[in-house]
């Protein structure tokens, strides 16, 4: 189902595998040191975004409708009627 996101970045989210630990830009590792899987946010709710934070989860949705989400409560705070897809 389709969102509406507000994003307020103008550029790319840097994620540097050669940051030190506590870095914001720094590839998580596990306690080997190793790189860790990590999953990008695709629904874009996550408060940790780009990484998934597991915010997806709270997703219910109904098909044909727009959703918009406060981003602090990630409540529901408008659901429309999906308007047609251009031609
Ligand atoms: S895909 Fe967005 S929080 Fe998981």
Redesign the pocket.
């Known amino acids: 189902m389709p969102r509406i996101v507000r994003h307020h970045q103008t550029g790319p989210i840097k994620i540097d595998p050669n940051a030190p630990p506590g870095d914001p830009t720094a590839w998580p590792r596990d306690e080997q040191g190793n790189l860790k899987k990590i999953?990008i946010?695709?629904?874009?709710?996550?408060a940790r975004f780009p990484f998934?934070?597991?915010?997806?989860k709270c997703l219910n949705e109904d098909p044909g409708h727009v959703y918009r989400y406060d981003p602090q409560t990630r409540e529901v705070i408008d659901k429309r009627p999906e308007p047609p897809a251009s031609p």
Do not use: F, T
């Open positions: 999953s946010c695709a629904c874009g709710l996550s998934c934070d597991g915010a997806h």
